[in-house]
């Protein structure tokens, strides 16, 4: 099989839960049909549903991918310039490419780095260092005295792209395992 292509891209913070959203995180009486006036509350006898969890995914009703893609990274410059300075290969390309970095002051005159647009407009070099960047260990931004950046920045691949690859799952129901068939279309074959 042949290599699969990708794209750098960097995802948005997808932020923390909101508590006072309680309808999302508590089973309420009627579903979605439940009037407002009996809707349970969190001080309410009521059972939570379970796991919450915030996928990036395209929108299916506008098909807008660009709402989960960042195209703003801010990164605090004295935090990116320790590790560069740590970092020979990095430093070359930061100083290659510095000049055509926005840097802006925070409130607190805090000098910070804006990336704009797509990653993938940036020279290699420089993209390469961004993403280096914000894959760091967490033992080496400790060590050096930086904060990780909260952007994650990933390789998506392409639509479209055909690929191999070995899920393992444990300790499964034979409902949860029929699930899984039925979804992979490996349950049709099983089932003649």
């Not at 995802?11 to 309680?22: A, D, E, N, S």
């Not at 000098?111 to 760091?136: A, C, F, M, T, W």
Request: glycine residues 6%.
């Amino acid at each position: 099989m042949s290599e699969v292509k990708t794209r750098v891209t960097a995802l948005k913070i997808l932020g923390t839960p909101k508590p006072t959203t309680f309808q999302h995180y508590l089973v309420q009486p009627n579903g979605i049909s439940t009037p407002a006036k009996k809707l349970k509350h969190w001080g309410d006898d009521a059972i939570i549903r379970g796991y919450k969890q915030y996928w990036h995914r395209i929108n299916p009703e506008n098909l807008i991918p660009a709402l989960w893609i960042e195209t703003n990274l801010v990164i605090k410059k004295d935090g990116i310039q320790k590790w560069i300075d740590k970092n020979p290969k990095a430093k070359l390309h930061w100083e290659e490419s510095k000049f055509s970095l926005q840097v802006e002051k925070d409130a607190n005159g805090n000098e910070k780095v804006h990336i704009k647009g797509d990653i993938n407009e940036l020279p290699e070099g420089l993209r390469s260092v961004i993403v280096e960047y914000y894959n760091l260990d967490s033992a080496i931004t400790k060590q050096i005295g930086i904060v990780k950046p909260q952007n994650s920045i990933v390789n998506l691949v392409l639509e479209q792209e055909q690929f191999e690859s070995r899920i393992r799952f444990e300790n499964l129901t034979k409902v949860e395992l029929g699930a899984l068939l039925f979804c992979n279309g490996t349950a049709r074959g099983l089932c003649s």
